[in-house]
């Protein structure tokens, strides 16, 4: 196979799908042999091992941890100079027939770049329109990483001999290992990159292979000069160690097992029969009855197709197309051994022949050569071309190709009998925030990662050529994220039904009516068909353009690095009064109070405002460890305080038809230096704004908008209010790549003085909530309704990390005053030793704190604590919430003493198993609780036997 490394260098062919080129997909017994939108992945032999050291030469940064990398050595250089040769010679020779017809993200090319040098590339961006009849594409060269947006009319087809499986992309594509990009690196992406580059670019370095995986990613530990990148980067504001998946820094990027899903059955061993699959074909469309009970459909040609259910299914990407879709397979062996022993056979069929009479029409199954390997696989035509070149899809990996019509072959009848095991997806609830529609390159990355993937289906396709919506699960060991829930956190996605974008102003001092964003009149509803958003997660907030320019007014300042804006409409601020009047006024009412309604974390409700007593609307930002109260953000306020569950109520759908107003936003390249954003720079800020329309000119951003603002009050001379907080030495505006550099090392500086580690920023361990049975012990017990756990396989790492603690804290520091919700190092009264602790309150000499590994609480003074060390926040926080399944009280809603004494006598010290249920009790998991020395040993059921409680079927 091509892309084996040489034994001098690193190896240049370990890229997954969608890395840079055409690769050669695996023939690995677990990576089914097959074209993979933009490659495949190498063999073992071709990965570098842990532990070898190359010499590279940085080429360009590409995100706060990822950079682009080509060899250090003759042989790598003398590769490059031919290529661009060859190319070089066949543009100059070049024809009308080479030239590109399609530009689908992914495609190679022959492309010019701007130094007038010709290089190879891959699509990166659908086209765009620069003018009338004229498109541009976004187009990274794999040779050396380098991105330009050119010409679409001047890409050429690669030549035969340029192909990536002749001569593979010599870019590499290195993550620092045990780094992940911090909040601060994904708002201000563009200056995390400026001081990578300044650390790297065109530097040469050793890499040191701490992980090569088939997925396409290498994991280093780069040096230069004997100076670790590694370290010197992670005393910039803009990575932070992985918190891992199991808690050790970079497991997240460790080849893992790929087990069978929780609460997903594969079902028994099936035999492969001659036609490749366990379903016995009774023509194209008819398996036998029973063969797969579900999960099989029928493609419009009438053959079989996979297709997921709403169970659990555990899959596997094979490849990202444009339009923000995606493709997946089912993970099952019998269905990966089809596929292989199909794939050989047909191409050793047809890989001899010739196309004598086959003329292909829209709508055909055939068999396609993949032009990046040559091999045959299951295609269906989707365009024939007047040229004679034909569009295709191939339909066990998802991914489309153009090909000569000379490399399409008829499909027999036993090489239909395996069902199409590419599936269509899109994530449900969710859109691209890109304005293209697709998936940026930091939400490719997350896609790609190694990993186990789970998905659920959410909506069937609505047409045969739709795809089907899916929720996706990341569930490697030791971690579960909802990816769709993932994307939106991380600003990569918005919600679907998201509102138009915001009105902009047509010159910076005249507003536009923002009539055409926002229902003119607001429909305020109080049927019975206005249904309670009791489970939305609907987030429509108002949205600013990169570029544009908005009449603004700023609601709230947190700080003079973090503020929030509203537009300044006149309209627009009376559709909000008379919305706040509403929903204060349904939620005074005393049968406004559900006492079971707990939202969860993303979750919509209306909260009471401690300022003035009002409900406003809101959204959950975090829950809090005690089991009373819980942090909201006041989505049309900007601010966040706890409140309690007493004073939280449902929001109804129409309560959210008018989208939320407030906007964070933050100054646009303006830095404080050292220490924290000075009170009195929040004064000066608050005394520039108070009660003023502001000019704001957007330049970007997601999760955050970076901003500048002007008080137009005097139109010949505006107060720039950036240029203003700098004149009173309240922060610098940064202007170059250096003065990024020197920022991000006195922010570093400061924050190693003050590094404070909030709840709301660490990792919690979790229980999967599909049924799968883990194993645990009970660390603190209040009564069956309320104890805690700790996950076995997870015990061996968190007494590493209190061995660690231990030596860590010395008994003469400082004493040190935290705040609410800070997670910090705290001495336990009982044994002396330091365990990770949650301030949930401080009085003047008193703190509450609870041991966030553990459960129990106890009240301690600042002379017990101390700030929390880096590398003790990585672990995941590892005592988990529960209550007992299927009990109750014998007489009311409390326990007694007897009955929560027995309990801990069958729980405390044993090693039990459980297993969640996909309902929770506010934000308790709900388990089932087991002797794992004898599972049919019930813990429930031995408590309502022994007469200490009653059974409750709900």
Same mark, same amino acid.
């Given at each position: 196979m091509n892309g084996a490394a040489p034994s001098n260098g690193l190896p240049v062919h370990v890229q997954g799908p969608l890395a840079n080129g055409q690769l050669e997909p695996s023939s690995g017994a677990d990576s089914p042999q097959g074209p993979s939108s933009g490659g495949g992945s190498p063999t073992d032999e071709s990965l570098p091992h842990p532990g070898q050291v190359y010499p590279v030469t940085v080429v360009a940064a590409c995100g706060c941890c990822l950079l682009w990398a080509v060899r250090a050595d003759s042989d790598s250089d003398e590769k490059r100079k031919k290529i661009k040769t060859r190319l070089t010679e066949y543009a100059a020779n070049g024809e009308t027939s080479q030239r590109l017809t399609d530009f689908n993200v992914g495609r190679v090319c022959a492309a010019c770049g701007q130094d007038g040098a010709w290089r190879r590339?891959?699509?990166s961006s659908p086209p765009f329109a620069v003018g009338e009849s004229r498109w541009s594409v976004s187009v990274q060269f794999v040779d050396d990483g380098v991105s330009e947006v050119l010409p679409s009319e001047g890409l050429l087809q690669l030549p035969e001999d340029m192909l990536m499986s002749v001569v593979p992309a010599q870019a590499i594509k290195l993550w620092l290992h045990g780094l992940y990009p911090s909040t601060e690196g994904q708002h201000n992406s563009e200056m995390a990159m400026s001081v990578l580059n300044s650390m790297t670019q065109g530097q040469k370095c050793e890499a040191e292979v701490c992980h090569a995986s088939r997925e396409g990613v290498i994991y280093v530990r780069l040096t230069k000069d004997g100076q670790s990148i590694n370290d010197a980067l992670l005393t910039t504001p803009f990575v932070e160690p992985y918190q891992g998946r199991g808690g050790s820094a970079g497991s997240k990027r460790q080849r893992q097992p790929t087990p069978v899903a929780p609460g997903v059955s594969r079902g028994p061993p099936q035999a492969i029969m001659p036609g490749y699959s366990a379903v016995r074909m009774q023509g194209p469309n008819r398996p036998t009855a029973g063969s797969f009970h579900k999960g099989i459909g029928t493609d419009p040609s009438g053959y079989t197709v996979m297709q997921l259910t709403g169970s659990p299914t555990e899959v596997r990407l094979c490849s990202i197309t444009e339009f923000a879709h995606f493709s997946v397979q089912i993970v099952r062996p019998d269905l990966q051994q089809g596929l292989q022993r199909l794939n050989s056979d047909m191409d050793a069929l047809h890989a001899?022949?010739?196309?004598a009479s086959y003329t292909p029409r829209e709508g055909d199954i055939c068999c396609a050569r993949f032009r990046a390997d040559r091999r045959f696989y299951r295609a269906r035509v989707e365009h024939v071309h007047a040229d004679g070149r034909v569009d295709v899809t191939f339909v066990d990996y998802g991914n489309r190709d153009s090909v000569p019509v000379s490399d399409l072959r008829h499909m027999k009848r036993e090489f239909g009998s395996l069902p199409f095991q590419a599936i269509s997806c899109a994530f449900a609830g969710i859109v691209p925030?890109?304005?293209?529609?697709?998936?940026?390159?930091?939400?490719?990355?997350?896609?790609?990662?190694?990993?186990?993937?789970?998905?659920?289906l959410v909506m069937p396709p609505s047409t045969p050529k739709s795809p089907c919506l899916v929720e996706l699960y990341d569930r490697t060991p030791g971690f579960n994220v909802l990816l769709n829930d993932e994307f939106v956190l991380r600003g990569h996605a918005l919600p679907a039904d998201v509102t138009a974008p915001s009105p902009i102003l047509a010159a910076p001092t005249t507003p536009v009516s923002p009539t055409n964003a926002v229902p003119a009149t607001f429909p305020i509803s109080t049927t019975s068909g206005n249904s309670t958003a009791r489970t939305l997660r609907d987030d429509r907030a108002v949205q600013l353009t990169a570029g544009k320019v908005y009449s603004v007014e700023v609601v709230y300042i947190h700080h003079v690095g973090m503020f929030y804006l509203r537009f300044a409409d006149e309209g627009l601020s009376q559709q909000l009064n008379e919305l706040n009047n509403h929903i204060h006024e349904v939620c005074s009412s005393p049968s406004s109070y559900d006492a079971s309604f707990h939202p969860s974390v993303g979750e919509l409700c209306c909260a009471r405002f401690s300022d003035n007593g009002r409900y406003y609307r809101a959204k959950v930002h975090h829950l809090c460890l005690g089991d009373t109260k819980?942090?909201?953000?006041?989505?049309?306020?900007?601010?966040?305080?706890?409140?309690?569950?007493?004073?939280?109520r449902p929001m109804t759908s129409s309560m959210t038809q008018l989208p939320f107003q407030s906007i964070p936003a933050s100054f646009y390249n303006l830095t404080k230096g050292t220490g924290q954003w000075p009170e009195e720079g929040k004064r000066l800020l608050h005394q520039l704004t108070k009660g003023k329309a502001l000019r704001c000119i957007c330049h970007g951003g997601q999760m955050t908008y970076r901003v500048e603002l002007f008080d137009d009050a005097d139109q010949k001379n505006p107060l720039d209010i950036r240029a203003a907080l700098?004149?009173?030495?309240?922060?610098?505006?940064?202007?170059?790549?250096?003065? !990024?550099? $020197? #920022? +991000? %090392? !006195?922010? $570093? #500086? +400061? %924050? !190693?003085?003050?590094?404070?580690?909030?709840?709301e920023?660490?990792?919690?361990?979790?229980?999967?909530?599909?049924g799968s049975r883990v194993n645990v012990v009970v660390t603190d017990i209040t009564s069956p309704s309320l104890f805690w756990v700790t996950c076995v396989d997870n015990v061996g790492a968190l007494n590493n990390l209190l061995q660690s603690m231990a030596t860590s804290y010395p008994a003469d520091a400082e004493p040190h005053r935290p705040l609410a919700g800070e997670v910090c190092a705290a001495r336990f009264s009982g044994d002396g030793a330091w365990y990770r602790a949650l301030v949930t309150s401080v009085a003047d000499a008193f703190i509450q704190v609870t041991f966030v590994d553990f459960g129990n609480s106890e009240t301690t003074t600042i002379n017990a604590l101390q700030p929390l060390r880096p590398e003790h926040s990585v672990l995941a926080l590892q005592g988990i919430r529960c209550c007992l399944a299927g009990v109750k009280p014998l007489h009311g809603a409390e326990w007694d003493a007897d009955a929560t004494g027995q309990f801990r006598q069958l729980t405390e010290g044993v090693r039990l198993t459980c297993h969640s249920t996909a309902q929770r009790s506010g934000h308790r998991f709900s388990i089932h609780l087991a002797?794992?020395?004898?599972?049919?040993?019930?813990?429930?059921?031995r408590l309502v036997c022994s007469g200490y409680a009653s059974s409750d079927a709900s």
């Open positions: 590339g891959r699509i001899r022949t010739k196309n925030a890109n304005p293209a529609g697709v998936w940026p390159p930091p939400a490719r990355d997350m896609l790609q990662r190694p990993g186990r993937l789970v998905a659920r819980v942090v909201v953000y006041y989505v049309d306020l900007g601010q966040r305080e706890v409140v309690s569950y007493t004073e939280v700098q004149l009173a030495g309240v922060g610098r505006i940064i202007t170059t790549a250096a003065d !990024a550099k $020197a #920022a +991000a %090392a !006195a922010a $570093a #500086a +400061a %924050a !190693a003085t003050d590094k404070r580690f909030m709840v920023g660490l990792k919690r361990a979790v229980l999967p909530i599909d002797l794992a020395s004898a599972p049919t040993e019930i813990i429930a059921d």
